[in-house]
């Protein structure tokens, strides 16, 4: 008998994997968060454009109700491309750092701005949350996305040079499992 499981039963099942093979504590609503936020990217056709400043700057000069909805979409777009995409901001204007900044400065606003309102404080809690382990989620998304792909020697050649660029603790991991020791090296000229 053949069953589908609907994209974000899948993705609960491969973050929540991921976070205990990581061993991270977290609650159950960031868990829940991360794998709807994986199932809300793969229904979308494409990310925004829109460089990251540039909506930083829109939702700081914005009503309030924009102004949640601006940085959300910053601090989703930016962990979601950190874990799933940090490759694809090799020998950008712009790296994962920037991201990882924008991401953590975004939820960390998010965070008092709910904190501030009347009414669950358990959406500050959340947020609050996302900032404060925003890397350690990055990192949950990336073994989310390696588990997806991880088959060749060049795959593996991704994942270290995405070690050396951050020093995750995931991709030093799986390097590790995989038989091989990390180990920072040079990249400038010998003269």
Same mark, same amino acid.
């Given at each position: 008998?053949?069953? /589908?499981?609907?994209?974000? %039963?899948?993705?609960?099942?491969?973050?929540? *994997? =991921?976070?205990?093979?990581?061993?991270? +504590?977290?609650?159950?609503?960031?868990?829940? &968060?991360?794998?709807?936020?994986? !199932?809300?990217?793969?229904?979308?056709?494409?990310? /925004?454009? %829109?460089?990251? *400043?540039?909506?930083?700057? +829109? =939702?700081?000069?914005? *009503?309030?109700?924009?102004?949640?909805?601006?940085?959300?979409?910053?601090?989703?777009?930016?962990?979601?491309?950190?874990?799933?995409?940090?490759?694809?901001?090799?020998?950008?204007?712009?790296?994962?750092? &920037? &991201?990882?900044?924008?991401?953590? =400065?975004? &939820?960390?606003?998010?965070? !008092?701005?709910? +904190?501030?309102?009347?009414?669950? +404080?358990?959406? /500050?809690?959340?947020? /609050? %949350?996302?900032? =404060?382990?925003?890397?350690?989620?990055?990192?949950?998304l990336a073994e989310v996305s390696e588990r997806s792909r991880l088959t060749s020697s060049r795959d593996i050649l991704r994942v270290y040079e995405r070690w050396l660029r951050t020093k995750s603790r995931q991709a030093e991991k799986i390097l590790r499992d995989l038989g091989i020791e990390p180990v920072a090296v040079s990249t400038s000229p010998l003269h």
């Open positions: 008998m053949l069953t /589908s499981m609907r994209p974000i %039963e899948h993705f609960k099942e491969m973050v929540g *994997a =991921a976070i205990e093979h990581q061993r991270i +504590k977290t609650n159950e609503s960031a868990e829940f &968060y991360l794998s709807n936020l994986l !199932s809300d990217f793969l229904q979308r056709e494409r990310l /925004s454009d %829109e460089p990251l *400043a540039i909506t930083y700057i +829109k =939702a700081l000069g914005a *009503a309030r109700e924009m102004q949640i909805h601006l940085l959300k979409q910053l601090g989703d777009i930016s962990l979601f491309t950190s874990g799933f995409f940090s490759d694809s901001l090799k020998r950008k204007i712009v790296d994962i750092d &920037y &991201y990882i900044l924008m991401g953590e =400065a975004s &939820y960390g606003y998010l965070a !008092s701005i709910h +904190k501030q309102r009347s009414g669950p +404080k358990d959406i /500050s809690v959340l947020y /609050s %949350e996302l900032a =404060a382990k925003f890397k350690l989620f990055v990192d949950v």
